[in-house]
């Protein structure tokens, strides 16, 4: 079965740091292009980062020289760090897969996990 | 950057009956327009890509239109189980962009 199981979220203070973890199952991570998305409260989805089977990496402006996404191929697993947190980095963070279409810049993503819940709050 | 916009905010339908949801790109996106369910506490689900185009597995009662700019989401007859929070995407231009949703509940 092709599942992502994400981790790491809870609560933390105002300029901290935040390592979250996606383990992926049925499937290879590095075969695939494997991105980040976040959902804040009451707000909608929002693309956070990427990293292609290539390893190329791509951020939003929202974090992009706070986050860091890499991928750990020896235990399938996908991460999340960023630095210097803000309130409004409050969020569920996402896993999700990219299914190959290639008829735009990136693609629909087909594989999500359930989320795990970051607040950042003092 | 494209900005997705979804109307209406909040769909009140009844089980059986058609939800139509609705959501516009600010430029063109050829067509590479997505739509996903959301539940509280569950994966996020692809139900249509490349605006018509249903996802393995999704029912038949759910399709996707595309007219320009604008892109519609239908439930043909509304079930239990659809009741959620749906987005569409667009994958045409970077970074990829959601709409802020449209919530289907219970009339």
């Known amino acids: 079965e092709v599942r992502l199981v994400e981790s790491g979220g809870g609560l933390i203070q105002p300029g901290g740091f935040l390592r979250l973890s996606c383990a992926a199952s049925?499937?290879?991570?590095?075969?695939?292009?494997m991105s980040w998305i976040r959902r804040a409260p009451g707000k909608g989805l929002e693309w956070v980062s990427l990293?292609?089977?290539?390893?190329?990496?791509k951020y939003a402006d929202s974090v992009k020289g706070r986050c860091i996404i890499s991928r750990d191929n020896s235990k399938n697993t996908l991460s999340l760090e960023i630095i210097s947190l803000r309130v409004e980095d409050t969020a569920t963070y996402y896993c999700?897969?990219?299914?190959?279409?290639?008829?735009?810049?990136?693609?629909?993503?087909?594989?999500w996990g359930q989320g795990t819940m970051v607040t950042v709050s003092s | 950057e494209v900005v997705m916009t979804q109307s209406p905010a909040t769909l009140s339908v009844s089980p059986g009956e058609r939800a139509t949801l609705s959501c516009r790109a600010s430029q063109s996106v050829s067509g590479n327009l997505a739509w996903y369910q959301l539940k509280p506490g569950q994966a996020p689900r692809l139900l249509i890509y490349g605006a018509t185009t249903r996802a393995t597995g999704i029912p038949a009662r759910f399709s996707g239109i595309v007219s320009g700019t604008e892109f519609t989401l239908t439930i043909s007859s509304l079930q239990s189980e659809d009741f959620a929070v749906y987005y569409c995407q667009q994958y045409n231009h970077w970074p990829p962009a959601f709409g802020p949703g449209t919530k289907v509940d219970f009339k």
């Open positions: 999700a897969r990219e299914i190959y279409y290639g008829t735009g810049t990136s693609n629909p993503f087909d594989v």
């Open positions: 049925g499937f290879t991570i590095s075969d695939k292009y």
């Open positions: 990293i292609s089977s290539g390893g190329r990496t």
